[in-house]
């Protein structure tokens, strides 16, 4: 079975410029979830899907970001315009609903994809 | 609100030596889960082991053990007979409440391990 998986691994763009990075959780997972890690700080909360639904968008930095799951499957997060201080490393994550056969443990985590604002 | 503390941000262990990462948490609610991730240069997260708060014993994982001690909250991981392999960024979390696979993971500030050989 495929892990979670992201696009690009890496991101190089310019301040100003809008990038799209995207998550394709594990097949089934209701849950989906954005964190990221900027340089030398912790691994921080962005968002929670629940299928399609934004269950907690709470670790979101400001409306320069945006995030969409459309159908419940993969999702997207947009950054327009990127600053300087949204570089850093993002991860997905996804987990299966403990209600339909989940483990009340684990989130798996994709490999990341570092994005580099200059 | 619930926080994660490592202190130590590098340590270089002896390869074959034991080793522990030190690991604090503070929360109010009774319910919650301590949960180890390995980064390794590579970057992807790599869930290592679980520990419930509820759970009378120590988890163990191969050679991952969790030293739980719930009046201190502390959550420290003992890495046995250390491998270059273990080099690496180890982050400590929690599961924030309400306590399901659905609630988000905080995570402390890492410790990067470098094994000598």
């Known amino acids: 079975e495929a892990g979670v998986t992201q696009f690009p691994s890496h991101s190089v763009i310019e301040k100003g410029q809008t990038v799209t990075l995207r998550c394709d959780p594990i097949?089934?997972?209701?849950?989906l979830y954005w964190y990221r890690r900027v340089m030398g700080k912790e691994i921080k909360f962005l968002l929670h899907?629940?299928?399609?639904?934004?269950?907690?968008e709470s670790g979101m930095p400001n409306n320069r970001f945006l995030a969409e799951r459309t159908g419940g499957t993969y999702s997207t997060l947009k950054v327009q315009p990127a600053e300087l201080e949204d570089s850093g490393v993002y991860f997905c994550?996804?987990?299966?609903?403990?209600?339909?056969?989940?483990?009340?443990?684990?989130?798996?985590f994709g490999p990341g994809t570092r994005l580099t604002v200059t | 609100a619930q926080k994660i503390t490592q202190t130590q941000p590098g340590m270089f262990v002896q390869e074959k030596e034991a080793v522990t990462l030190d690991c604090t948490y503070d929360?109010?609610?009774?319910?919650?889960?301590l949960f180890w991730y390995k980064q390794p240069s590579s970057g992807e997260m790599i869930f290592l082991i679980y520990?419930?708060?509820?759970?009378?014993q120590n988890a163990t994982e191969g050679r991952y053990s969790l030293n739980f001690q719930k009046a201190r909250k502390s959550a420290n991981l003992v890495i046995s007979a250390s491998q270059l392999g273990d080099s690496a960024m180890y982050f400590c979390?929690?599961?924030?409440?309400?306590?399901?696979?659905?609630?988000?993971?905080?995570f402390g500030s890492g410790t990067r391990l470098s094994i000598r050989p």
């Open positions: 979390a929690m599961r924030e409440l309400p306590y399901s696979s659905a609630s988000k993971i905080i």
């Open positions: 929360t109010s609610d009774p319910s919650y889960g």
């Open positions: 899907f629940v299928k399609e639904s934004k269950q907690d």
């Open positions: 994550a996804s987990s299966q609903d403990p209600y339909s056969g989940g483990t009340l443990v684990e989130q798996y």
């Open positions: 097949s089934g997972h209701d849950n």
């Open positions: 520990q419930g708060s509820y759970d009378q």
